[in-house]
Antibody, heavy 120, light 110 residues
Framework: QVQLQESGPGLVKPSQTLSLTCTVS??????????WSWIRQPAGKGLEWIGR???????NYNPSLKSRLTVSRDTSKNQFSLKLSSVTAADTAVYYC????????????WGQGTLVTVSS | QSVLTQPPSVSAAPGQKVTISCSGS????????VSWYQQLPGTAPKLLIY???KRPSGIPDRFSGSKSGTSATLGITGLQTGDEADYYC???????????FGTGTKVTVL
């Protein structure tokens, strides 16, 4: 059973960089046919796919966030991370880490989510 | 702004059936499998349907998925109060090179 747990600051100041880490257990960020992904959800709104890193290290990003976004993995810690720069209040949301299947577009495991608020 | 469109809400009495549509295009639904997710209040989304019409272990057969052209549909039969949740469709968009979600549909059991 794969488990994912998000961690990071719950409050980030405008113009700064939002950084989150997802720790994976029961699976490996460096093997298998899976992507390790980030999704966010502003309060009362829908899901927005942010980006992902493949087990071999390649990445895909949401075009609307690409200029501010870095998703990477740390194989030694079995973690993957999200860095979103130049944040504004519009980046306030619950951020989920998740696992996506490589062979078909399905997210089969989700973290519980962590609320990140952008405010001074 | 999502590329997949769902009705904001659907409702029905207990025991009845509801269907939720997910409308896209040839760059997403038209050429890819579709997944469906259930999000109960205050919780993370949960996989409900994958590969358009398959159910993960533990998901009852009251939930079903289908696709025709550039639209997909989630069906829920024998509606229960525990089915009250937000439902999202999802797939890959080859034009965006990104995963995409639907706008979400709130199911209410009357």
């Amino acid at each position: 059973q794969v488990q994912l747990q998000e961690s990071g600051p719950g409050l980030v100041k405008p113009s700064q960089t939002l950084s989150l880490t997802c720790t994976v257990s029961g699976g490996s960020v460096s093997s298998g046919s899976y992507y390790w992904s980030w999704i966010r959800q502003p309060a009362g709104k829908g899901l927005e796919w942010i980006g992902r890193v493949y087990t071999r290290g390649s990445t895909n990003y949401n075009p609307s966030l690409k200029s501010r976004l870095t998703v990477s993995r740390d194989t030694s810690k079995n973690q993957f991370s999200l860095k979103l720069s130049s944040v504004t209040a519009a980046d306030t949301a619950v951020y989920y880490c998740a696992r996506e299947r490589e062979w078909e577009p399905t997210i089969d495991y989700w973290g519980q989510g962590t609320l990140v608020t952008v405010s001074s | 702004q999502s590329v997949l469109t769902q009705p904001p809400s659907v409702s029905a009495a207990p025991g009845q059936k509801v269907t939720i549509s997910c409308s896209g295009s040839s760059s997403n639904i038209g050429n890819n499998y579709v997944s469906w997710y259930q999000q109960l209040p205050g919780t993370a989304p949960k996989l409900l349907i994958y590969e358009t019409n398959k159910r993960p272990s533990g998901i009852p057969d009251r939930f079903s998925g289908s696709k025709s052209g550039t639209s997909a549909t989630l069906g829920i039969t024998g509606l229960q109060t525990g089915d009250e949740a937000d439902y999202y469709c999802g797939t890959w968009d080859s034009s965006l090179s990104a995963s995409v979600f639907g706008t979400g549909t709130k199911v209410t059991v009357l």
